[in-house]
């Protein structure tokens, strides 16, 4: 194991975040803060989402407007399902990611024969239409929302073998947030460094050579589309497990804007940037938002100062002696 890697600021930072993550609830009650487990659980769960924006944002360089719409599919399956009483975690979960898979396979498939600005709107089109369905369903709550009486329940019974997850659970639900957290940081991890990885982030690089070699690059964008879709559902899964409510401004294009927010300020593609800028972002909408009650307009200027001043956002800052500020000290 390379000690010098480990001990990188960038390393101590990961190590340090998810450190605290793990031990949350532990300090929470000792500072005398419970409301923090809420807290980072939320970050946590947007940690997820934005994760899921980074693959394509800072992997593939598909600037999507209207990520957050999978986010409302996820969270509605449950709360629709929940709205039947069904509270079955083995058939809400799986069939939340099937129909963002689904969706996001027909949306991507239309949105990715555009590029630039055509599909920055396009995508921010669509994620405006599911979000006008959700308002004019009135059996759903419509604008006000639906409440959800109850987290997915997982239980096993078969054969005389028994088990169940209690999600319901306060405890059990934030470790399940966590461990999720850091599948997703694996799977990243993996996909990246994969050789599907290699030619997303070729495509990103320069699209006509890869196609010049041989590449079919609209299907590697698809396939990459969809699967950030299916994992910003689970974020939606979760979140309405977590908040046990559903309303359609989770979709809103707003949402999307946070998200990309996250991304720019933690660093893309960066494994680990999503995650940071997911917990700077809400940490400080916290507290801004107890001592000022326009507190957004404070983050459009810090954007604009994380773009001028932080290049590649928190990781950047984090790794200046890395190759990203040699590139950067060269521009």
Avoid at 190 to 216: D, T, W, Y
Avoid at 302 to 317: K, P, Q, S, T
Wanted: charge should be neutral; hydrophobic fraction near 55%.
């Amino acid at each position: 194991m390379d000690l010098k890697k480990l001990t990188s600021r960038r390393s101590v930072f990961t190590i340090f975040v998810l450190a605290l993550c793990a031990l949350m609830p532990v300090i929470a009650p000792v500072i005398g803060e419970p409301y923090f487990l809420e807290v980072f659980m939320r970050i946590m769960i947007w940690a997820i989402a934005a994760i899921s924006l980074n693959l394509i944002l800072g992997y593939g360089g598909m600037v999507s407007f209207g990520h957050a719409l999978f986010l409302g599919v996820g969270g509605y399956t449950v709360g629709i399902f929940a709205y039947y009483d069904i509270f079955n975690g083995f058939i809400t979960w799986p069939l939340a990611l099937l129909f963002s898979a689904i969706i996001g396979l027909i949306i991507g498939a239309i949105c990715l024969r555009t590029r630039g600005l055509y599909f920055i709107m396009i995508t921010l089109a669509f994620a405006q239409m599911i979000y006008y369905l959700g308002v004019s369903v009135e059996e759903y709550g419509s604008d006000d929302g639906l409440i959800i009486y109850g987290r997915s329940e997982f239980i096993f019974d078969f054969a005389g073998v028994s088990w169940e997850l209690d999600i319901g659970n306060q405890m059990v639900f934030y470790y399940l947030v966590f461990v999720i957290l850091l599948a997703c940081l694996y799977f990243t991890h993996r996909l990246i460094n994969s050789r599907f990885g290699m030619v997303i982030r070729g495509v990103k690089s320069n699209e006509s050579r890869m196609q010049a070699i041989g590449f079919n690059t609209y299907r590697y964008k698809l396939a990459c589309f969809v699967i950030a879709g299916v994992m910003c559902s689970l974020a939606g899964v979760l979140s309405a497990n977590a908040e046990k409510f559903v309303s359609p401004d989770m979709m809103y294009w707003t949402k999307s804007g946070e998200l990309i927010f996250m991304v720019v300020l933690g660093g893309m593609g960066s494994l680990f940037g999503p995650v940071a800028g997911a917990l700077v972002f809400l940490m400080l909408s916290e507290i801004l938002s107890n001592l000022w009650e326009n507190w957004n307009l404070i983050f459009g200027p810090f954007l604009v100062l994380v773009v001028l001043y932080a290049r590649y956002g928190i990781d950047g800052l984090l790794e200046r002696s890395g190759p990203k500020a040699k590139e950067s000290a060269n521009d």
